[in-house]
């Protein structure tokens, strides 16, 4: 198959889903009939096209874009479902992708979701993030969120 030597990768990237404001990177396309009563917004469903940086700030170098969505999936907690790429768009990873899918307890101080998969100079990944929370604004919904990537890959 050509593939060359497993290797193991580490890096920080930074994921900001914007909730708020006049353009949103996350919206919401679907609810279900109890989602507004309940305390954790259970059944809803949010399209994201997040910009991932560099650093901590928005305004910080663009890297990618997470694209995919998160779904409220828990009744007694802040526990979503988040199916996304990590789609890289400078550097040496530039027009590669990380698929992550997993459970992501929100106000949990780290939270650990698996790696997929991949596509480009990340196919056949495989490993795990590790998502810290860096700010969330309970008012607006807007976050800023650490990723520390841990993926296998040739």
């Given amino acids: ?25 996350a919206v919401p396309v679907a609810n279900a ?19 991932i940086t560099e650093g901590p700030e928005l ?3 663009l890297i990618g874009r997470a694209q995919g969505l998160y779904a409220s999936a828990s009744l007694g907690e802040l526990g ?22 997993g459970r992501n307890t929100v106000f949990s101080k780290v939270r650990e979701m698996p790696i997929i998969g991949g596509s480009g100079l990340f196919r056949f990944a ?8 860096h700010m969330l604004n309970l008012t607006n919904g807007d976050a800023s969120v650490e990723y520390n990537i841990y993926v296998f890959h040739f």
């Fill in 1 to 25: 198959m050509g593939l060359k030597k497993e290797k193991l990768s580490h890096f920080r990237v930074y994921w900001h889903d914007i909730v708020g404001g006049k353009n949103p990177t």
């Fill in 33 to 51: 009939p109890g989602t507004k009563k309940s305390p954790t917004a259970f059944g809803m469903i949010t399209m994201i096209d997040d910009p």
């Fill in 59 to 61: 305004s910080s170098k």
């Fill in 80 to 101: 979503l479902l988040m199916n996304m790429n990590f789609a890289f768009m400078v550097g040496k990873y530039n027009g590669s992708t990380i698929s992550i899918m």
């Fill in 126 to 133: 495989r490993g795990y993030v590790q998502a810290r929370t």
